[in-house]
C-alpha cells in the first residue's frame, strides 16, 4: 500500500500571490516566456545564419584573405544606413543570403546540400 504524502501546512509562495519568481532564480528568468524577447530570440538565429553564410561563401577557403575582408567592408559595413539594409548582403555575396551555411555549421544538412 502506497501512502500519501502529508498536505503541506502551509500554502507555497505562489499561493500567496508572490509570484513564480521568489525564491526561484530559474523561474526569474523570464526570456523565456516573454512574447517579446521570444522574436528577438529568433532574430538572433537569423543573424548567426546570416554570419555563417557569409563566413562559408566568402571566408571559409581563406579566412584572412585582405581582399575579401575590405569588398566585406566597403558592400556590408561602410555604407551603415546610408543604403537599405536589405541590399546589403545581396551585394557582397552575389545571391540571396540562404540557411546553408548555418545547417552546415550545425553539421546537418540543408536544402542545397
Known amino acids: ?37 521570444a522574436g528577438l530570440y529568433y532574430s538572433y538565429q537569423w543573424c548567426m545564419a546570416y554570419a555563417a553564410d ?8 581563406d579566412p ?5 575582408g575590405w569588398g566585406y567592408r566597403q558592400t556590408v559595413l561602410q555604407p551603415s544606413g546610408a543604403k537599405d539594409i536589405k541590399g546589403l548582403l545581396p551585394a557582397f555575396l552575389g545571391r540571396e543570403p540562404n540557411t546553408d551555411g548555418y545547417y552546415r555549421q550545425l553539421g546537418i544538412k540543408g536544402k542545397g546540400s
Open 1 to 37: 500500500m502506497v501512502k500519501t504524502p502529508p498536505a503541506l501546512p502551509f500554502p507555497d509562495n505562489f499561493d500567496l500571490g508572490q509570484g513564480y519568481t521568489w525564491g526561484n532564480l530559474v523561474g526569474q528568468i523570464s526570456q523565456f516566456v516573454d512574447s517579446y524577447y
Open 54 to 61: 557569409v563566413f562559408y561563401t566568402a571566408f571559409y577557403d
Open 64 to 68: 584572412f584573405n585582405s581582399a575579401t
